[in-house]
């Protein structure tokens, strides 16, 4: 449900689901338990409130800026591992220039049809989190085979022949995290803890008294505010490959690999 929502909506969407719909349900919970309860308005338990609220929002605040934290790390390292493994695939092709003619078009078929692979045929497979390793471990193959079927003769072939092999391997274990990182998702405790979290403290918010109905809609309707923002945040950044703030594929089409794409 989650990456439907991510893939089908706009983050603009969503922060407008997410956080109105937050604020909206706090506001008019609070009212609605003041005018059953006006003697809320009276603030005879805001000491006890307050402290309550005070401990909860600590506690509160530690986890959700934790979870945040902990999102946003995974999102720049899935980016790093993207990056690198595009960046191994173009040494490649680069140091194929050393090799004769015969190979080296071998060679760059093999690392188009792996790039064409990732791009058009598993990219799609990790924004919906679903990730095939079939497609892509066949063409990655095809490129070894190219490799381990040739035999360098001079210095210089032999140097860039070692160089490219050990981007390939690099390539093969940048892939491999790159398909772990696109099945992770945030533990279900974490989960509970963020959104059941904001369960509590909400809700506790109503049985802080004001006397004036506006001045307390504000204090509801921005507690809720922040809170639905930063569960936007956790929300947004839990599958690195879906919603409009997931890891692009674009270093597979640039530098030495545009060429694979050319018309």
């Known amino acids: ?36 309860h006006p003697s809320l308005a009276r603030g005879e338990h805001n000491d006890m409130v307050g402290v309550t609220l005070g401990m909860f929002g600590a506690i509160y605040g530690i986890i959700l800026a934790f979870v945040i934290v902990t999102l946003w790390t995974q999102l720049e390292n899935t980016q790093t591992i993207v990056a690198t493994e595009a960046t191994d695939t173009a040494l490649i092709a680069r ?80 892939r491999r995290a790159r398909l772990t990182m696109a099945e992770q998702e945030l533990p279900p405790l974490l989960q509970a803890l963020a959104f059941g979290g904001a369960l509590v403290l909400i809700p506790l918010t109503f049985l802080y008294g004001m006397r004036k109905l506006r001045v307390q809609i504000l204090f509801v309707g921005s507690v809720a505010a922040l809170i639905g923002f930063s569960l936007l945040l956790v929300f947004v950044l839990d599958r690195p490959f879906a919603g409009e703030l997931s890891v692009s594929p674009a270093p597979y089409r640039e530098g030495a690999l545009a060429r694979y794409w050319a018309p």
Not at 2 to 20: C, E, K, P, Q, Y
Not at 139 to 159: D, F, S
Request: a neutral charge.
């Open 1 to 36: 449900m989650s990456l439907w929502l991510l893939n089908h909506f706009s983050t603009f969407t969503l922060a407008v689901l997410t956080v109105g719909g937050t604020v909206a349900v706090a506001v008019t919970g609070s009212v609605l338990l003041r005018r059953r």
């Open 95 to 174: 140091d194929a220039a050393a090799f004769p003619p015969p190979v080296r078009a071998r060679l760059d078929a093999a690392l188009s049809d792996y790039v064409h692979a990732v791009v058009e045929d598993q990219w799609p497979q990790m924004r919906a989190g679903t990730p095939s390793h079939g497609v892509t471990a066949g063409r990655l193959q095809t490129v070894y085979e190219v490799l381990q079927g040739y035999e360098p003769r001079t210095t210089r072939e032999k140097v860039f022949y070692e160089k490219a092999v050990g981007h390939l391997d690099d390539v093969a274990s940048q």
